[in-house]
T-cell receptor, first 113, second 113 residues
Framework: EAAVTQSPRNKVTVTGGNVTLSCRQT?????MYWYRQDTGHGLRLIHY???????QIGDVPDGYKATRTTQEDFFLLLELASPSQTSLYFC????????????FGKGTRLTVV | GEQVEQRPPHLSVPEGDSAVIICTYT??????FYWYKQEPGAGLQLLMS?????DRKEEQGLTVLLNKKDKQLSLNLTAAHPGDSAVYFC????????????FGEGTQVTVIS
């Protein structure tokens, strides 16, 4: 069964801290995405990738780095976390194409205090 | 860039009644449009997708209308039941990728028994 697994599911860090969110997909998909969800904004695309070693900038990339180490694994890095990055983060994967199914993980709730 | 505005942010619906959620988008490009459902602690579940050459689509108690003249997408839930209580998001595909989406702000639907 197609799956996108995010870890950790919950994370609390301090301002200025270093955080890595992990995402693994077992769907053999080329494309992976990181979104953040905030009340009043819906989901907004941070970064995405179309394969190992590739990184594309999304709509709200400031303060975030990402790395795609393998086809399965996509990481989101916050090197100097700020309270404004407190959010619910979703990873997703899809095959190539305009109407292929998109699989979302269950989300990581990050709190920056 | 593309913007999607979704209304209302909250909707209370008596069980058995219908509810309508409306999204207004800005760009006119040919695209796929999507409706997602989010339940607490879960990822996003795709309800329906429509291509921009479609005006109306019905599936399993849901009706999606696409008014290209007014740049509006709507979701009609008929005969609401408690399992319909969730957050609903509209989204528009961008950049030719199914996972590269511009989301509306979301609508919290509560079905009242």
């Amino acid at each position: 069964e197609a799956a996108v697994t995010q870890s950790p599911r919950n994370k609390v860090t301090v301002t200025g801290g270093n955080v890595t969110l992990s995402c693994r997909q077992t769907n053999s998909h080329n494309y992976m995405y990181w979104y953040r969800q905030d009340t009043g904004h819906g989901l907004r695309l941070i970064h995405y990738s179309y394969g190992a070693g590739n990184l594309q900038i999304g709509d709200v990339p400031d303060g975030y780095k990402a790395t795609r180490t393998t086809q399965e694994d996509f990481f989101l890095l916050l090197e100097l976390a700020s309270p404004s990055q407190t959010s619910l983060y979703f990873c997703a994967s899809s095959a190539r194409g305009r109407n292929t199914e998109v699989f979302f993980g269950k989300g990581t709730r990050l709190t920056v205090v | 860039g593309e913007q999607v505005e979704q209304r209302p942010p909250h909707l209370s619906v008596p069980e058995g009644d219908s509810a309508v959620i409306i999204c207004t988008y800005t760009d006119s490009a040919t695209a796929y449009f999507y409706w997602y459902k989010q339940e607490p602690g879960a990822g996003l579940q795709l309800l329906m997708s429509v291509f921009s050459n479609v005006d109306r689509k019905e599936e399993q108690g849901l009706t999606v209308l696409l008014n290209k003249k007014d740049k509006q997408l709507s979701l009609n839930l008929t005969a609401a039941h408690p399992g319909d209580s969730a957050v609903y998001f509209c989204a528009k595909g961008t950049g030719g990728l199914s996972g590269k989406l511009t989301f509306g702000e979301g609508t919290q639907v509560t079905v009242i028994s």
